[in-house]
């Protein structure tokens, strides 16, 4: 008796339960293909009676594989608010406690809430934490790990293709999961979420943009442009600040500079948890600077889109975004001059490193833009553009291959001088932007090219070779 009192209590004060979880996959954004395979779980609920029939496996568990912040648990509560179904959810660091039995306990009633609530998703966050392979962790701390893991396959098991409850668990290493979690009949359904691309961006901007006083003509593309390597929940952050400012400021609509000031402090808070050293920052500013500085004194290539010196997109440096013709370059119809600047840009940070730090102090944080600079010089020579003509049908001659790096090493050399000097005759512009970078870790194309307004001196040289 006492125990059926209990769980009438129970019954009616659901621990795990979250209430009023109304997302719809519409609040979700830039999912792309994945949608469809999300709209699938909905039907295993919708339409469990038909699957069963049929004989279709509806499966135990899903893993939403991806990094913090893209969306995992709003997908998890979205593909609830689709099928109408209750959503319980855990994080499994919960799980894991000193005391032997109670994250197994916990798991327990989890389930016990979910069932009696049935249909019903259950959402478990950070699977890793609890489902690392077992025997990786040695001590008690690790039995009691075990115990919570045996009591999950076993609550796992006790659904498997019902219909009823399905769980859902969120991890970002799948790889370290123990086997017996990705057995088949458990989460035996990967779905990857990665962090979106710029069009992404643009929808899920969007999407949070819905519930704000939001001006007609917002450039969503440029504040897309500038948050490389963001994900959702930065990008929702970056619409509140946005708010927040036009508070602030007693305005009544949010516009693109908003957007643009929010994206930079997203930028620098996301940085600032990062760990370079100040002289790191300075040097990496030094050569993306570099770069734009030389760049805004060739016609062909001063249409820079942003200057940025966050690691990002998978990049150890910074970057300086050229709005080129990359088709016209990749087919090689870049006039002479054009190439030659070109080569003048990929040269400019090593130039920079030489006039900042001293040749005794050289890195080799150029060496990749070096390497663009020297191929596109052979590129130059090979392609009959230097005053010497080396054909293609001479490149196999020995001595000409000699001949053709000497003509090339003229040309770099030549280059080589024309970006040093751009960049001494720019030394309050360079300064300029290096501060600016260090502070704001980015800059947009109109405040580069108000600093080079104030302070450049550019008046393009004419051709020197
Ligand atoms: P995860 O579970 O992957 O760590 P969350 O689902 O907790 O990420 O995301 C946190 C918040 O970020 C969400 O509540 C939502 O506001 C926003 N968000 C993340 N991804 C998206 C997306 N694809 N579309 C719209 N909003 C998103």
């Known amino acids: 008796?006492?125990?059926?009192?209990?769980?009438?209590?129970?019954?009616?004060?659901?621990?795990?339960?979250?209430?009023?979880?109304?997302?719809?996959?519409?609040?979700?954004?830039?999912?792309?293909?994945?949608?469809l395979e999300l709209e699938e779980i909905v039907k295993f609920f919708t339409h469990a009676e038909t699957y069963r029939r049929r004989g279709v496996k509806i499966p135990g568990g899903i893993l939403l594989c991806g990094p913090p912040g893209v969306g995992k648990t709003?997908?998890?509560?979205?593909?609830?608010?689709?099928?109408?179904?209750?959503?319980?959810?855990?994080?499994?660091?919960?799980?894991v406690e000193i005391y032997v039995g109670?994250?197994?306990?916990?798991?327990?009633?989890?389930?016990?809430?979910?069932?009696?609530?049935?249909p019903s998703v259950v959402f478990i966050d950070e699977l890793d934490a609890v489902g690392r392979e077992r025997g990786l962790i040695k001590g008690s701390g690790g039995q009691e790990r075990d115990a919570t893991l045996n009591q999950l396959l076993v609550c796992l098991d006790g659904f498997e293709g019902r219909g009823e409850v399905i769980t859902i668990a969120s991890t970002n290493r799948p790889d370290i999961l123990d086997p017996a979690l990705v057995r088949p009949g458990r989460f035996d359904r990967k779905i990857y979420i990665p962090k979106p691309g710029l069009i992404?961006?643009?929808?899920?901007?969007?999407?949070?943009?819905?519930?704000?006083?939001?001006?007609?003509?917002?450039?969503?593309?440029?504040?897309?442009?500038?948050?490389?390597?963001?994900?959702?929940?930065?990008?929702?952050?970056?619409?509140e600040v946005a708010a927040i400012n036009m508070l602030r400021d007693g305005r009544t609509e949010i516009t693109t500079d908003d957007l643009l000031q929010a994206a930079q402090m997203e930028e620098r808070g996301m940085l600032d948890r990062k760990d370079r050293s100040l002289e790191t920052w300075r040097q990496v500013a030094i050569n993306e600077a570099a770069m734009a500085v030389v760049a805004v004194?060739?016609?062909?290539?001063?249409?820079?889109?942003?200057?940025?010196?966050?690691?990002?997109?998978?990049?150890e440096l910074g970057y300086v975004r050229f709005k080129m013709d990359h088709i016209k370059f990749k087919e090689g119809m870049l006039s002479q001059q054009s190439l030659l600047d070109h080569i003048t840009v990929q040269l400019a940070p090593r130039a920079a490193d030489e006039l900042w730090y001293g040749e005794e102090k050289l890195s080799t944080i150029w060496a990749e833009t070096a390497d663009n600079a020297r191929s596109a010089a052979r590129t130059f020579v090979l392609g009959g553009l230097s005053d010497k003509h080396y054909g293609l049908s001479n490149f196999w001659v020995t001595d000409k291959i000699n001949d053709i790096?000497?003509?090339?090493?003229?040309?770099?050399?030549?280059?080589?001088?024309?970006?040093?000097?751009?960049?001494?005759?720019?030394?309050?512009?360079?300064?300029?932007?290096?501060?600016?970078?260090?502070?704001?870790?980015?800059?947009?194309k109109q405040e580069f090219f108000q600093l080079v307004e104030l302070h450049g001196s550019i008046n393009p040289m004419p051709p020197s070779i």
């Open 297 to 315: 004194n060739f016609p062909d290539l001063r249409n820079i889109e942003f200057v940025t010196i966050s690691p990002r997109a998978g990049r």
């Open 102 to 118: 109670v994250g197994a306990s916990r798991v327990r009633a989890l389930y016990q809430e979910a069932k009696e609530n049935a």
């Open 405 to 444: 790096d000497l003509e090339a090493l003229r040309v770099l050399h030549e280059c080589y001088g024309r970006a040093k000097e751009l960049l001494q005759r720019n030394r309050t512009l360079m300064d300029a932007v290096v501060n600016q970078l260090i502070e704001k870790k980015s800059l947009t």
């Open 74 to 95: 709003l997908l998890a509560k979205a593909v609830a608010g689709e099928a109408g179904v209750n959503f319980f959810s855990i994080s499994a660091s919960q799980f």
């Open 200 to 239: 992404g961006r643009v929808e899920i901007l969007k999407v949070h943009a819905r519930k704000k006083p939001m001006a007609e003509d917002v450039d969503y593309m440029a504040v897309a442009s500038i948050t490389d390597g963001m994900v959702g929940a930065e990008l929702a952050n970056i619409i």
């Open 1 to 35: 008796s006492g125990a059926r009192v209990r769980r009438a209590q129970n019954r009616r004060l659901p621990q795990y339960l979250e209430r009023g979880v109304d997302v719809k996959f519409s609040d979700v954004a830039g999912l792309g293909k994945i949608r």
